[in-house]
């Protein structure tokens, strides 16, 4: 059965740190893996991340892909109070690739 | 707005109780998903729509759940006899094709007294 693992559960920092949130799964049939941001309410899409596109950058955020060792990081830099939220992670389930398999998610927060 | 949307926003009831939930996908989009989300918990897979079709079940629908999409638009999620352990986050998605373009609605959080 596929799994996703992240790490770690809760993290607390201080604005302007930088952070670095971990992602580490078990499919067999590797297709993409994606993060999203939670805040109080529906998950947000914030990386795709696929064989052809191994490395994402969206202003302070970015994220890789290490396909070999099976883990991927999101990476935020100069945190704001702002960025306090759940970070998920998912792969699609390898079978068929009709859903989304989630980790308990990262859940971080930035304090002033 | 035309993301997705869900109601109701949250649902209180009492144990034993019957409740539904409905969820109005992005108007293009052929693929429909619900999923449960517990507290410390990422979301959980309930079951999955083609248009009209339910294509896949997860275990964890146990027969007091029902989920409907007459017509390939919108979705009803229904809890028969509700228990306590139902209580959680209900969210939908939806998306054109591919399973990574998912949108997700705010979702409907109910509490079983």
């Known amino acids: 059965e596929d799994k996703v693992v992240q790490s770690p559960l809760s993290l607390v920092v201080h604005e302007g740190d930088t952070v670095t949130l971990n992602c580490s799964y078990e499919?067999?049939?590797?297709?993409?893996l994606l993060w999203y941001k939670q805040e109080k309410k529906a998950p947000t899409f914030l990386f795709m991340l696929?064989?052809?596109?191994i490395e994402k950058k969206s202003g302070r955020l970015s994220s890789i892909l290490d396909k070999k060792e099976l883990f991927s990081i999101l990476n935020i830099t100069a945190t704001q109070t702002g960025d306090s939220a759940i970070y998920l992670c998912a792969v699609p389930e390898e079978t068929g690739f009709q859903k989304l398999v989630f980790g308990t998610g990262t859940r971080l927060l930035v304090s002033p | 707005d035309t993301g997705v949307s869900q109601n109701p926003r949250h649902k209180i009831t009492k144990r034993g109780q019957n409740v539904t939930f409905r969820c109005d996908p992005i108007?293009?989009?052929?693929?429909l998903y619900w999923y449960r989300q517990t507290l410390g918990q990422g979301p959980e897979f309930l079951t999955y729509f083609q248009n009209e079709a339910q294509l896949e079940k997860s275990r964890l629908l146990s027969d007091r759940f029902s989920a409907e999409r007459p017509k390939g638009s919108f979705s009803t999620l229904e809890i028969q006899r509700t228990e306590q352990g139902d209580s959680a986050m209900y969210l939908c998605a939806s998306s054109f094709m591919t399973v990574e373009t998912q949108y997700f609605g705010p979702g409907t959080r109910l509490l079983v007294l």
């Open positions: 696929t064989s052809s596109g």
């Open positions: 499919v067999t049939n590797f297709r993409s």
């Open positions: 108007s293009e989009h052929n693929r």
